[in-house]
């Protein structure tokens, strides 16, 4: 059930989020504040990461994951509003909580593995990023017939699709809250072995329990530098690649083709990187995402007019993001007890959608000042500490989880 909620959820994420900077323009009445649409989307992923972390510490997935799509769903009715008002503030926050659609397709990927041993961790949490594949490919492509339900009623065109996003998030959260039966995180708590359940004392606050899970776990902060590190770098390039693109002569579609190749390679092979962080452990998949990352830099900054070089560099940067964002989950369900699990879970998509948000506004600027090759430079740059943590000794030894 969790596969067929991350397919509604990953739909009802790219239906809306497609026409978000067309649609900030068109309410605001300025291009130079488009942007600030999918911006707020992430802010929102953020700041709802912990709040949504202790309601599952305390009652479980499917309680969180249920809420968030509720939000969701919320946000996308208060864009539609906002657009009829017009209401551009209205319009931000209506998009901050339309990321919490976001942060439920994030959070299922950990609930996946709540119930599988370490042996299978990579491979059952990669089977629900693959299930983003089929929702991310087919939004974009739903947004301009959702638009034309809405021609000749009050609803403006270009906001119809959020009200279809709403409508496909209510779905996937009625489909958690019927078949995500027991609920995964309350089980697996139940059946933890003494000891590996957490310490017992007054409860504390989400962020102060994973701060300190983190803080106790060499492989914890690997983890969660890894996962920051390669999204952030992946959103930092991404974003401004179109930009790249259109300076060097290429056209809408060729443009459109380049990010689905770059999307195919974050979802649809993540299935191999599931395998591969099982089979050979997270540390070598973490080494193969310092690699392809680097070389996706290197690609892309280096492409200049040659299309193809960019289009080979974006399809790499997805995929040395899914290789570090599968075997850094799987690495930080490994590293924690049980009990700090799901804190530590949301202060890994607090901290990477934060640092997301702050490399891809930081990259217009570079990119505007510098260029698209330094920009591509400094996310190579990025991956150093990554790199520095993974060849630590004391990671190395036989036995250390993820080895």
């Not at 949504?52 to 968030?68: D, I, K, W």
């Not at 075997?327 to 930080?332: D, E, K, P, T």
């Not at 990119?367 to 591509?376: E, F, I, K, S």
Request: proline share 6%; net charge positive.
């Amino acid at each position: 059930m969790l596969v067929v909620s991350q397919i509604l959820g990953g739909l009802g994420v790219a239906i809306g989020i497609a026409l978000a900077p067309m649609l900030a323009a068109e309410v605001s009445g300025s291009e130079a504040l488009s942007g600030l649409a999918p911006t707020a989307s992430v802010v929102g992923t953020a700041l709802l990461s912990l709040p949504l972390a202790a309601l599952m510490t305390s009652r479980g997935r499917r309680s969180g994951l249920v809420l968030a799509y509720l939000i969701g769903a919320l946000g996308g009715g208060l864009v539609v509003l906002a657009t009829v008002l017009p209401s551009f503030p209205l319009l931000l926050l209506g998009m901050a909580a339309f990321g919490a659609g976001s942060l439920a397709g994030l959070q299922a990927r950990f609930a996946a593995a709540d119930l599988v041993g370490p042996e299978r961790r990579g491979r059952a949490i990669s089977t629900v990023v693959w299930a983003t594949t089929i929702g991310s490919v087919l939004g974009p492509n739903i947004s301009a017939p959702a638009s034309r339900l809405f021609r000749g009623t009050p609803v403006p065109e270009a906001a119809g699709p959020f009200l279809c996003s709403a409508a496909v998030f209510l779905l996937a959260g009625l489909v958690v809250a019927l078949a995500l039966r027991p609920d995964p995180l309350l089980t697996a708590r139940a059946l933890a072995p003494e000891g590996l359940a957490g310490p017992a004392g007054p409860p504390k606050r989400p962020l102060r329990v994973g701060i300190d899970a983190v803080r106790e776990s060499p492989m914890a902060r690997l983890a969660l530098v890894t996962v920051t590190v390669s999204h952030t770098a992946m959103v930092s390039i991404m974003v401004m690649t179109p930009v790249d693109l259109g300076r060097h002569g290429a056209g809408l579609q060729l443009i459109g083709l380049v990010i689905s190749g770059h999307i195919a390679g974050m979802y649809a092979f993540s299935p191999v990187m599931g395998w591969l962080a099982d089979r050979f452990g997270r540390l070598a998949v973490i080494g193969l995402a310092v690699g392809l990352l680097s070389l996706a830099a290197l690609l892309a900054g280096t492409a200049g007019p040659r299309h193809g070089q960019t289009a080979v560099g974006l399809f790499v940067l997805g995929l040395g993001w899914s290789a570090g964002m599968i075997a850094g989950s799987a690495l930080l369900t490994d590293a924690v007890p049980q009990s700090a699990q799901a804190a530590v879970q949301g202060l890994s998509d607090l901290t990477m959608n934060a640092a997301a948000g702050v490399g891809g506004a930081a990259a217009g600027v570079i990119v505007a000042q510098w260029g698209y090759g330094l920009l591509n430079a400094i996310g190579a740059a990025l991956l150093l500490p990554v790199a520095a943590l993974a060849l630590r000794r004391d990671l190395r030894r036989p036995g250390v989880a993820g080895g």
